[in-house]
């Protein structure tokens, strides 16, 4: 993680009192480190994600008038935001923990330990957490997904490389028989296609990562530079 970075945090609390406890606490113990915003509620909550969703982590308090924690945990879940949940309670309920867990917040604190000096550090270490699971997944799909590529590059230079090669005492007898009249600069200019679908079959062959680079509009293209 780094120690430089601000960790946007969306905070859902309906306690002033808790509220402002807790952020004062986060900017005396890791001053510049921590960036809150706050929501009342769980409509709240929802319609300032529907416009902006750049926050690293939400705090998410049980207790909420009209939709509960649980209640707006699962919303966040349906709509498919990614952003990770720690839930915060008084509730010492062990049920309850169970869960909000299974519903796949990345922690439960109990608001007593939310006011202690170690909070920011929890919640630094929550974050890593998390993050380190996302680049792993990451590292996963790209895996994956490289595989696919090669097979299917393989499958492609099969069907293509016979007819390349043949082509090949072609264009070297055009360039023999007109390597000194006007058609001189049209042979050299396929000669020269030739060479270059030849080296870029050869690197699409030896593709050793899946990253491509914009070419027109929403089209990639394999960086095959």
Do not use: C
């Amino acid at each position: 993680m780094n120690k430089n970075r601000t960790i946007r945090l969306l905070m859902v609390e309906e306690s002033e009192e808790f509220a402002s406890a807790v952020q004062s606490l986060l900017h005396r113990n890791a001053p510049n480190r921590f960036d809150v915003a706050r929501a009342h509620g769980g409509q709240e909550t929802l319609e300032l994600l529907a416009t902006k969703r750049d926050f690293d982590l939400i705090l998410i308090d049980h207790f909420l008038t009209g939709q509960s924690g649980v209640d707006l945990t699962m919303m966040l879940k349906e709509q498919d935001i990614q952003i990770p949940v720690v839930f915060l309670t008084a509730n010492k309920d062990f049920d309850l923990a169970l869960e909000v867990m299974h519903l796949g917040v990345e922690d439960y604190i109990m608001k007593e330990d939310a006011r202690s000096n170690e909070f920011p550090g929890i919640l630094e270490q929550i974050l890593e957490r998390s993050w380190a699971v996302i680049r792993v997944n990451e590292e996963a799909i790209a895996y994956e997904r490289l595989q696919a590529i090669q097979k299917w590059v393989g499958g492609f230079r099969e069907s293509v490389e016979s007819p390349i090669a043949a082509m090949k005492p072609a264009v070297r007898g055009l360039a023999e028989s007109h390597g000194e009249d006007n058609l001189k600069m049209y042979v050299s200019i396929i000669r020269d296609n030739h060479l270059r679908i030849e080296t870029k079959l050869a690197r699409l062959q030896q593709l050793d990562t899946d990253k491509t680079v914009p070419y027109i509009k929403d089209i990639r293209m394999f960086d095959l530079s």
